[in-house]
C-alpha cells in the first residue's frame, strides 16, 4: 500500500496542486476587480464590523490568487497549503455560522454575494450543504499537500530527489 | 504518514526563497487591497455627477405622525393610502424606487394618493444619518427629491463611510436644500427620536424586510422577483 502510493505520489500531489490551486485562483480572479462586490459579500456574513470585512473583502481575492499561483507552480507549496488550508477552513467556519443564524445570502465564493430573497431559502440551505462540503474537501487536499508537497513539474524538489540526480 | 523532508538549499526552498516567498504575496495582498480602497473612494466620490442636471420640483408639505408609525406622511386624507418601508442604504429599495419611484412621485403631486414613507435605519448606522437627513428633509418641504437623489447616488457599499453628515448636506445642496436650518439638522442629528420611531414601529406592522408596500394598510404581495412598474400601478389602481 505505501509503495503504491509512493509510486503515485508525484501525480497526486501535483493534481491535487492543480485542483486547490485552480480553485483559490479562479476565485481570487473572478473577484479581484469588483471590489464593491466582495467587500460586500464578506460584510454579508455580518461576523466582523462593517469596515474590517470590506478592507478583508478587498484583500481576500488577491490572497487567493497568489496562494493559488505559488500551489500551481509548486514554489514554497508547503507554506501555502498550510494557508490555503486554512482559508479553507475559515470559510467552512464563516458559511456555518451564517446557516446557524439563519441568514440567508449568496456566499459570493466565486463573485456575486449578499442577501438572498427568502423565497429562495430552500435553495440557499442546498448551497450551504454544498459549499461547505467542497471547502471541507478542498481542506482536506490542502492538508495532503502539506505531507507531500513536492511532486511532477514543481519548481522547489525535495531533498531525496536532488541527492539521486 | 511520513512527511516529505524539506527542499535543499539549491532547490529554491531555503529560508531565504520562503521569506522571498512571503514578502511577495504580503506585496501582492496589500497593492490589490490598497488598489480596491482608492478605486472604491473614487467611484463614491463621482456618484455626484448623477446629480448634475436634478431638477427641483415644488415643495410639498409633509408631516410625521407617531400614529403610523412616525413615517413621512404626504397627501394625509387621500382616498387611497400607500406604506412604503425602506432603507436609504437598501440596494434592492434602489432597484425598486427605479422601477416605481417616478410613478410614485407623481401620485403624490397629483394627490392621487397619501403615502407615508417609513424610512428605516436597520442597515447600521450610515441609514440612521441618511434617514435622519430624510426627516430634516421633509421639514423644509423637499423629502421627495431628496428622497430621490439619496438612491441616485447610493453607494453598492453599505456603511462604506460615504453617507457622512457632510455628504448628505451636499447631497441637499444639489436639491435645493441650503438653508441653515437644514445643514444644522443634518448636522447635529437632531430628528433620532423620529428615525428611531420609524424603526421601532416595524414590529407593530410585522415588517421584516425591505422594501415592504402596504397597499391601504394590506401587504403588496408581488409575483415578480424583479420590481416591474406595471405590476406595482395595476396593483396600486386595484386596492
Known amino acids: 500500500m505505501r509503495k503504491l502510493h509512493n509510486r503515485f505520489q508525484p501525480i497526486i500531489t501535483l493534481v491535487l496542486r492543480l485542483l486547490l490551486g485552480g480553485v483559490l485562483l479562479v476565485a481570487g480572479g473572478l473577484k479581484a476587480f469588483k471590489p464593491d462586490e466582495s467587500a460586500g459579500a464578506v460584510a454579508a456574513y455580518k461576523i466582523l464590523p462593517t469596515n474590517i470585512a470590506h478592507l478583508i473583502g478587498y484583500a481576500l481575492p488577491w490572497l487567493e490568487i497568489a496562494i493559488g499561483v505559488l500551489l500551481i507552480i509548486g514554489l514554497s507549496a508547503r507554506l501555502a497549503a498550510v494557508v490555503g488550508t486554512a482559508v479553507m477552513l475559515i470559510f467552512v467556519v464563516a458559511i456555518i455560522s451564517v446557516w446557524a443564524r439563519g441568514i440567508l445570502i449568496d456566499c459570493g465564493c466565486f463573485g456575486g454575494g449578499g442577501a438572498v430573497d427568502p423565497s429562495k431559502s430552500a435553495q440557499v440551505h442546498r448551497a450551504y450543504l454544498l459549499e461547505t462540503l467542497r471547502d471541507l474537501g478542498l481542506a482536506i487536499t490542502g492538508l495532503y499537500l502539506y505531507f507531500f508537497p513536492y511532486g511532477l513539474l514543481s519548481v522547489e524538489k525535495p531533498l531525496q530527489i536532488i541527492e539521486e540526480q | ?239
Not at chain 2, 512571503?22 to 456618484?47: D, H, P, R, Y
Not at chain 2, 448628505?168 to 436650518?181: E, P, R
Request: glycine content about 8%; overall charge neutral.
Open chain 2, 1 to 239: 504518514m511520513a512527511k516529505q523532508a524539506k527542499a535543499t538549499k539549491t532547490s529554491g526552498g531555503d529560508n531565504f526563497t520562503r521569506w522571498l516567498v512571503i514578502g511577495m504575496v504580503t506585496l501582492v495582498v496589500a497593492t490589490g487591497a490598497i488598489f480596491s480602497v482608492i478605486s472604491q473612494k473614487t467611484k463614491a466620490n463621482e456618484s455626484f455627477v448623477a446629480l448634475n442636471n436634478f431638477k427641483v420640483g415644488a415643495p410639498v408639505t409633509a408631516s410625521v405622525d407617531t400614529a403610523n408609525g412616525s413615517g413621512i406622511t404626504v397627501n394625509t386624507g387621500a382616498a387611497k393610502t400607500i406604506d412604503l418601508w425602506e432603507d436609504p442604504q437598501c440596494p434592492i429599495c434602489n432597484t425598486f424606487e427605479g422601477a416605481n419611484g417616478a410613478y410614485i412621485e407623481d401620485l403624490v403631486r397629483a394627490k392621487k394618493a397619501n403615502v407615508v414613507y417609513h424610512v428605516l435605519s436597520f442597515l447600521g448606522k450610515e441609514s440612521v444619518t441618511a434617514a435622519n437627513a430624510a426627516y430634516c428633509a421633509a421639514d423644509e418641504g423637499h423629502f421627495l427629491d431628496f428622497h430621490k437623489a439619496l438612491y441616485l447616488v447610493q453607494p453598492a457599499l453599505e456603511n462604506s463611510g460615504f453617507y457622512t453628515t457632510q455628504n448628505l448636506v451636499k447631497i441637499g445642496g444639489y436639491v435645493g436644500l441650503t438653508s441653515q436650518k437644514f445643514v444644522d439638522c443634518v448636522t447635529k442629528v437632531s430628528k433620532l427620536d423620529q428615525v428611531k420611531a420609524a424603526y421601532d414601529s416595524m414590529a407593530k406592522y410585522n415588517v421584516t424586510g425591505t422594501p415592504t408596500v402596504f397597499f391601504n394598510g394590506k401587504l403588496w404581495e408581488r409575483k415578480n422577483g424583479g420590481f416591474v412598474l406595471d405590476e406595482f400601478s395595476a396593483a396600486f389602481e386595484a386596492s
